[in-house]
């Protein structure tokens, strides 16, 4: 059973590998390896896989076996999603928000989680819990850098992954800040060049974002 501190401690190693998170919602597990190949080939080796398709959980299967990348599941809601995210293969969660349930059921499974928060007293209780690095989200609809600043200054002791609408135009905005690990987002993997198999294209966005300064 993994502590909060524990699972925070794995979180920021995770977050520290690359300054960008690509957030993947994947329709066919049988890209999935490819996909995952341009990524790490571009620089980006920690890969956030949404359960929000059908497919998903066969994508982080898939895409566990690609050497170099760390695979996530994101979008956990319920200890059935930890459950099935463990089985198949992912090695961090990623989740909207936090319950006490969704918590418990990381700790048991040794799930290092990334557990969502957009206010400061939801940031507060997660670290009375004992989770020093959290998903701040939705970041643009949250108030954006901005608001990530504020929250920062009165509670330096946490760390966070902005995610939710964090674009190549404002990603300069949160990596700037000292609260800032690294942030998550989708445009690496644009579902045109997923669609069009177009693995080089997508390689060279993932190698401009890995270029951005934390």
Known sequence: MITPQQASARALEICQLAPIVPVLVVEDASIAQDLARALVAGGLPALEVTLRT????????????????????????????VTAAVAAGAKFGVSPGAT?????????????????????SEAMRLLERGYTVQKFFPAEASGGAAALKAIGSPIPQIR???????????????????????????????????????????????????????
């Open 54 to 81: 059908e497919a998903a959980l066969d994508v982080i299967a898939e895409m566990a076996k690609v050497e170099g990348g760390v695979v996530g599941a994101g979008t956990l809601l319920t200890p059935a999603d």
């Open 100 to 120: 006490d349930i969704l918590l418990d059921a990381c700790e048991a499974a040794d799930l290092p989680l990334l557990p969502g928060a957009a206010t400061a």
């Open 160 to 214: 966070f992954c902005p995610t939710g609408g964090v674009s190549p135009k404002n990603a300069n905005d949160y990596l700037s800040l000292s609260n800032t690990v690294c942030a998550g987002g989708s445009w690496v993997c644009p579902k045109d060049l997923i669609d069009a198999r177009d693995w080089a294209g997508i390689e060279e966005l993932a190698r401009a974002a890995s270029k951005l300064s934390v």
